[in-house]
């Protein structure tokens, strides 16, 4: 299925527990790169947000903010950082020794040392049951990826458009490859024939060995072989793109093999006309190489 990896949801459910805002956001890149931003109420729950996200997205740089306030007070902890508060309490022994400060420290002043107590929101442990919260926040990413999906579905749909008229532009062009090789290699054959005939008449030429000659080169310009494999990869195209299934990387390779193809066709085949559509043919895969950049 082409769906693009570029898009953006946002959400906010609001009740009687707290109010939960979600944002996610998807752009272009080759593997999945999620970054989470959550509260630290929820850190337990990064694995569980992980599995929600990547059983909806294959590929792309996601980022997903999640935002609580409660109706409730949250549960804090503080932590007192004992070895700054000890050499704390060394330096300022000193200083009181050489007459610098006077007085005790008080509970005020440990308040202006940042590092003396960090206060933060309490994180649920691994091994408790999910609070009543995480289910309104599972539920409100999943709607939240769900919104993202149709945006990239939509969005794919206006690629697919794109990717499979250029298809269809592509199979026509490289008939017209196939028709002017054929056209050339018919004028090779009678160029090499008049030459043949006018080989005959000098006594010194072997005419079995010319004729395998012109054999080898006429095959050397036959591009069937090239022409069957690209129609197969132009039916492997619109198979994949079709399946439900996420094909960025796939028709990522494809292009390449098609590449591949005309390539060696431009430079087999006979006649003038051959390279004019070769150009074309490289101009829109080119075209195409971009686009599918954009698909999951």
């Known amino acids: 299925m082409i769906k693009s990896m570029t898009g953006f949801a946002s959400l906010t459910r609001d009740d009687e527990l707290a109010t939960i805002t979600v944002t996610v956001k998807a752009v272009n890149h080759r593997f999945l790169d999620l970054q989470l931003r959550v509260p630290a109420s929820l850190a337990s729950a990064e694995a569980r947000i992980r599995g929600l996200v990547q059983s909806r997205v294959s590929r792309g740089r996601v980022e997903v903010s999640v935002s609580i306030q409660q109706r409730r007070t949250a549960a804090v902890e503080v932590e007192l ?27 005020s002043d440990l308040l202006r040392f940042p590092q003396a107590l960090s206060i933060r929101e309490k994180a649920e442990d691994a091994g408790e049951e999910p609070s009543p919260l995480w289910g309104r926040v599972e539920e409100a990413i999943a709607a939240a990826l769900e919104e993202l999906d149709t945006m990239r579905v939509r969005e794919g749909g206006y690629l697919k458009a794109d990717l499979d008229a250029r298809r269809v532009r592509l199979g026509e062009l490289f008939a017209q490859v196939a028709s002017a090789a054929e056209q050339g290699i018919a004028g090779l054959q009678a160029r090499l024939q008049e030459r043949v005939r006018e080989l005959r008449a000098e006594t010194l030429a072997d005419e079995a060995l010319v004729a395998q000659e012109i054999a080898k080169f006429v095959g050397r310009s036959d591009i069937t072989e090239e022409v069957v494999r690209f129609r197969g990869h132009l039916e492997h195209w619109q198979a994949l793109s079709d399946s439900p299934e996420p094909c960025g990387r796939k028709l990522d390779f494809l292009l390449q093999e098609m590449n591949r193809e005309v390539n060696t066709a431009g430079s087999k085949a006979e006649g003038p006309a051959v390279s004019e559509v070769i150009v074309a043919l490289k101009a829109d895969l080119e075209k195409m190489r971009e686009q599918v950049q954009n698909v999951e």
Do not use: H, M, S, T
């Open 81 to 107: 950082n004992e070895p700054f508060l000890d050499a704390l309490k060394l330096a300022l022994e000193r200083a009181r020794e050489r007459g610098y400060v006077e007085g005790r420290i008080g509970a």
